[in-house]
């Protein structure tokens, strides 16, 4: 066994992370680490062995842990990588902090970060996927952001060195997003708050929010929308090829394509990652067949089935 640091925070060995993401499946990670502060998680790092992986964790949002865990430290950033100021028209936020906080913070400030009020999900996260809603996405909006990598040594990256794609980042493996700074429009906080009020309305209406999902479980499949260029465009929805293909409803195990809007995979009655997954896929199959279209995963999936379990 490979020897590990020691810590202030806490490192807790064969740690079932299926209580940590919001679909509720999945294995244990070899060691799940949580550190006290920016420099507890650096000195780990730096310490920690080259040949150990590391994958930072948000708040399991947009994640499938498959069901035999993952053979790594996962780094899981909370108190002391959570605070959230204003200045200007600048907002800066630890990568712990909820999107949904940020934007209601940013709000009371004046500052027009709407776009992350309905987005589940931590900072970190947010930055990692480019997140977007509404036609706003993180490449829009941020300056920077600060990065413990691999190696324990801090750096502050900017947006341009992210390479951001819709629903994707350029960063290196193991590195850890630690802060990101935003810039958004000044605005009228009772008129932000409002619109923020419009927006959950309608996510609530149309999407299954009572329902255990990760979010939307396949990109768009059309388009290019990803840095808010005026030529973006998403006009044939995810959705809409599901349903197409007769896979609004679909079940296995204990695992469904929501009724409520179709792109939103739930884990309807204890379902293991290998049912989510494998749904996924024969929807993946069935809108080929049908449509032509190959959907890609927006849902990151990690770790190691467990043998001969598909």
Partial sequence: MTQMPSVRGKLTPNRDLSGLTWLRVGGPADYLFQPADLDDLKAFLAALPEDVAVFPMGVGSNLIVRDGGIRAVVIRLGRGFNGISVEGTCVTAGAAALDAHVARKAAE????????????????GAVRMNAGCYGSYVADHLVHIRVVTRDGEEKILSAEALQFQYRQSELPEGWVIVEAM???KAGAPEALDAHMTAQLQKRDETQ?????????????????????????????????VIDDAGMRGAT??????SEKHSNFLTNADAATAADLEGLGEEVRKRVFQNSGIELVWEIMRVGEPIPDAG
């Fill in 109 to 124: 400030a004046g500052v027009d970060l709407t776009f992350l009020r309905t987005i589940p999900g931590s900072i970190g």
């Fill in 252 to 257: 296995l195990g204990g695992a469904q394509m």
């Fill in 182 to 184: 935003f810039e958004g």
């Fill in 208 to 240: 299954p929010t009572k329902d255990r999902t990760a979010g939307s479980t396949f990109r768009n499949p059309a388009g290019f929308s990803s840095t808010g260029q005026a030529d973006d465009t998403h006009e044939l929805k995810a959705w809409k």
